[in-house]
């Protein structure tokens, strides 16, 4: 079982630890551990009790009459709450909920429902996404274990998939062909899964290349599958050198192809060289994509 301090608990639940004291002594909802050396500690256990009474404090229930539940009550409310979450901070509560009891059927519950009302692309940009920087500081800060991330990591990767398979029979006849190309120095997984499922949308082909492929095997590998566009993410410093690398070696073929960098550094790559496509987000890559198919959306 896992150890958490009070420092945990608040990086976790977004409840001041002066909040967590209080509850604790005036209203007797948890009960902290301690160590041989008298150090307080929170076990799991602790950790999604306290989760779900913020959650619940969130929508307006009262401390007092919170403390007065029994754990079951607590349970089947953050449930109902959960299941009817909006489209918002209320939903990627759940989902962070969901994900620190490991619990995957309220998980994947929460996202297919959200795909039913939304759409695929507006629940992974506007409510995945997001999670995910929650996560990544909440990783960073120590406050999750990499199990928890892994869970998530792994169930959205799976719901990405999926949609890539609805798309696996439609004949993909669009000429601008694509390479996507992930450089050893990235760790873009999901949004490369998400790319290709944008193209998969609108019937464009494409190749993905590892990122162990050396820069002149993505080239050649342009130029068999007669593809019109490499894409590439830049979002790590070292990853420049790996740009101007496939830059050099796309300049020495005869056949046009163009350079697609994606991620925070391509405006630092597109000053250097005016022949590349440089995409900032998602909405410039839709809408690149957009016009490549011929599509409105």
Known sequence: MAIYSITDLEKLTGIKAHTIRIWEKRFNIIHPKRTTTNIRYYDDNDLKKVTSIALLNHKGYKISSISMMPDNEIEDIVAHLSDVASFNVDSIDALTLS?????????????DRHIKQH????TFEELLMPLLDKLH??????????????FAMQLIKRKIIQQIILFEDKPKLNENKFILAMPGTENQQLSRFFIEYLLCQRSIPSLYMSNDSDVKDIVEAAQTYKAKFILCFVNEE????????????????????????????????SRCNAQIRAIYNFEDLKNFLNFLSGSNG
């Open 99 to 111: 994900i620190i009891h490991l619990d995957q059927t309220k998980f994947i519950h929460i996202i």
């Open 137 to 150: 500081d909440m990783w960073l800060g120590g406050s999750i274990r990499k199990a928890h991330e892994e």
């Open 119 to 122: 759409g695929f692309d507006q």
């Open 238 to 269: 070292p990853t420049l050198n790996y740009a101007k690398d496939l830059l050099h070696c796309i300049q020495k073929v005869p056949e046009n192809i163009t350079p697609v960098f994606v991620g925070f550094l391509a405006p630092e790559i």
